[in-house]
């Protein structure tokens, strides 16, 4: 057996290990954001559609940017339901009670909302990110990230693919939008990756998470 596969299966078993966890914690911001979705507010769309996103990610593709219209506590949440939703026994809409009505709601508030649209977005405080030496480490683990995702994304294989458009997501504003279900396709060490890119690109930019 190779040292390749043993690395593989070494972690899969890690992450199967950690799952329940990643479930728990998964599902309680799962619940925290479905009020928050279902609110007409910017950070509503933005969490609706990101749900929507994990519900149909073909008819619902994401715009990885939109995240830093999110306070913290609502981006890590939708990235706890992300990783929750990488390898999933159930839909993430099967997480909570009545989740079929719930996201038909969403759908009928957010389907067919422009771009343009314009919410009324509630004042709030603004909500201070990590202190600087935890986002020194979230730079760095970002940056060793984001340069194996670059080498990945020069490949011809299904999972090339999946990291060059999360990365043009990031990298181009608008231009390109994700469908969210094809990360469950990567292996865990890129999809752990592109978590700790997303983090890192949130952190760094100065406008990320103000009202």
Same mark, same amino acid.
């Given at each position: 057996?190779?040292?390749?596969?043993?690395?593989?299966?070494?972690?899969?078993?890690?992450?199967? #290990? $950690?799952?329940?966890?990643?479930? %728990?914690? =998964?599902?309680?911001?799962? @619940?925290?954001?479905?009020?928050? +979705?279902?609110?007409?507010?910017?950070?509503?769309?933005?969490?609706?559609?990101?749900?929507?996103?994990?519900?149909?990610?073909?008819?619902?593709?994401?715009?990885?940017?939109?995240?830093?219209?999110?306070?913290?506590?609502?981006?890590?949440?939708?990235?706890?339901?992300?990783?929750?939703?990488?390898?999933?026994?159930?839909?993430?809409?099967?997480?909570?009670?009545?989740?079929?009505?719930?996201?038909?709601?969403?759908?009928?508030?957010?389907?067919?909302?422009?771009?343009?649209?314009?919410? #009324? $977005?509630?004042?709030?405080?603004? %909500?201070? =990110?990590?202190?600087?030496? @935890?986002?020194?480490?979230?730079? +760095?683990?970002?940056?060793?990230?984001?340069?194996?995702?670059?080498?990945?994304?020069?490949?011809?294989?299904?999972?090339?693919?999946?990291?060059?458009?999360?990365?043009?997501?990031?990298?181009?504003?608008?231009?390109?939008?994700?469908?969210?279900?094809?990360?469950?396709?990567?292996?865990?060490?890129?999809?752990?990756?592109?978590?700790?890119?997303?983090?890192?690109?949130?952190?760094?930019?100065?406008?990320?998470?103000?009202?």
């Amino acid at each position: 057996m190779s040292d390749s596969l043993i690395n593989a299966l070494t972690q899969i078993w890690a992450y199967q #290990h $950690q799952r329940p966890v990643i479930i %728990r914690a =998964g599902t309680q911001a799962l @619940h925290r954001l479905i009020p928050v +979705a279902l609110s007409r507010t910017a950070t509503g769309k933005t969490v609706g559609r990101f749900l929507l996103g994990l519900y149909d990610g073909a008819a619902f593709r994401f715009d990885l940017k939109q995240l830093h219209q999110l306070g913290v506590r609502e981006f890590e949440d939708c990235l706890q339901v992300l990783e929750m939703d990488y390898m999933p026994e159930v839909e993430v809409h099967q997480r909570i009670d009545e989740g079929e009505h719930v996201w038909h709601e969403l759908m009928d508030m957010w389907r067919n909302q422009p771009a343009e649209f314009a919410c #009324h $977005q509630p004042a709030r405080p603004h %909500r201070k =990110g990590p202190c600087t030496p @935890h986002l020194g480490a979230i730079e +760095a683990r970002g940056i060793e990230a984001f340069d194996r995702l670059l080498h990945i994304a020069g490949g011809c294989t299904g999972q090339s693919r999946i990291v060059a458009v999360f990365l043009m997501s990031l990298i181009h504003n608008g231009r390109y939008r994700l469908n969210l279900t094809d990360l469950r396709g990567l292996d865990i060490t890129l999809f752990e990756d592109c978590l700790s890119v997303l983090r890192m690109d949130y952190f760094t930019d100065t406008e990320a998470g103000k009202p």
